[in-house]
């Protein structure tokens, strides 16, 4: 710096390459260092907290913040995130599913393992790059899935986890006819369970919630059933 104020200024040449000179000292020196350390600390800290997978979307939520959110906006997780890369994470990290997860899910119609699982495939994919959390947690849904279609044990109707069917008879099986001419129409329990299946679709309201809807009233319209799309 000392070259610097006694350089000529008349002199450019000389001048400019005393003062590139000094500029380069300045930026080594431990006085500049000093000066831009806690702004390099706050960048490098912010660089960490970057690698927590965090949504492209501003709006997502952490689990002590989902009790205030609308059905609709968490039953369009799959659209729109709910759940927080941190969040997420976290679930990753704990034995079984948080009691704010499990809430979650259940107010979105699927299961703890369904919703984490879609989190991570439709928001959140570098979290699993080599798919394998994603597979374990199938293979819960698969498990849950065929849990519930054992437990199933409605007249008339079957659960294949996803979707109610109508049962299909084979006339000539024994006992065929006789359960034909038992369930051949629907129960007032049938009728309630269907009802409360269309409105958990309508609750979803996806294109395909609503599509399976459509499917039900053109299905059970013979009955007298008519389920609302919106």
């Given amino acids: 710096m000392a070259a610097l104020r006694e350089a000529d200024p008349a002199n450019i040449a000389n001048f400019q390459a005393i003062a590139q000179k000094?500029?380069?000292e300045y930026l080594n020196s431990?006085?500049?260092n000093a000066l831009v350390q806690p702004?390099?600390?706050r960048l490098n800290k912010q660089k960490t907290q970057n690698n927590?997978?965090?949504s492209n979307r501003p709006e997502t939520y952490e689990k002590n913040e989902t009790s205030s959110l609308s059905d609709d906006v968490i039953g369009n997780y799959a659209k729109k995130p709910v759940m927080s890369g941190k969040w997420v994470v976290s679930e990753l990290q704990r034995e079984g599913f948080s009691p704010e997860l499990e809430a979650a899910a259940k107010r979105a119609d699927v299961s703890?393992?369904?919703?984490?699982?879609?989190?991570?495939h439709y928001h959140y994919p570098q979290i699993d790059k080599d798919n394998k959390?994603?597979?374990?947690?199938?293979?819960m849904i698969e498990k849950d899935r065929k849990n519930k279609t054992v437990s199933f044990n409605q007249p008339g109707l079957t659960w294949d986890g996803s979707k109610i069917?109508?049962?299909a008879r084979n006339l000539n099986s024994p006992g065929g006819w006789l359960s034909d001419m038992?369930?051949?129409?629907?129960?007032?329990s049938d009728k309630e369970l269907l009802r409360n299946y269309a409105e958990q679709m309508r609750r979803n309201g996806s294109p395909e919630a609503i599509r399976e809807i459509q499917r039900l009233n053109i299905q059970y319209r013979q009955y007298g059933l008519a389920f609302p799309l919106a």
Wanted: hydrophobic share 45%.
């Fill in 22 to 24: 000094a500029q380069r």
């Fill in 30 to 32: 431990p006085e500049f």
């Fill in 39 to 41: 702004y390099v600390d």
């Fill in 52 to 54: 927590v997978p965090q």
């Fill in 112 to 120: 703890p393992a369904r919703f984490l699982h879609d989190h991570i």
């Fill in 133 to 139: 959390i994603r597979r374990q947690l199938l293979l």
């Fill in 165 to 167: 069917e109508r049962v």
């Fill in 182 to 188: 038992l369930f051949a129409g629907l129960t007032p």
